[in-house]
């Protein structure tokens, strides 16, 4: 049986916030490559569906991004 757990949010810095910022499993420590699921909910906030392939836990991540407008 997996789990599901939300992760607090974090704000990325850099215009790209993957690469060293991929999460480990809170639960075995495994290193993530790609999200199962994605889903833009408001205000420029994504949200990231994790399950690790190692233990099956399964989080949550939400992101808050800047929203680039054309002039």
């Known amino acids: ?10 704000i990325a810095v850099r215009p790209d916030p ?3 910022d991929l999460p480990t499993c809170p639960v075995c420590a495994d290193s993530m490559i790609a999200a199962e699921a994605s889903a833009y909910l408001y205000d420029s906030i ?3 569906l994790w ?14 991004i800047k929203r680039f407008m054309c002039n």
Do not use: Q
Not at 1 to 10: G, R, V
Not at 51 to 63: A, I, L, R
């Open 46 to 48: 994504i949200s990231y």
């Open 18 to 20: 993957r690469g060293c």
């Open 1 to 10: 049986m997996t789990a599901l757990a939300e992760i607090p949010s974090t």
């Open 51 to 64: 399950t690790c392939d190692t233990c099956g836990y399964g989080f949550v991540t939400k992101h808050s």
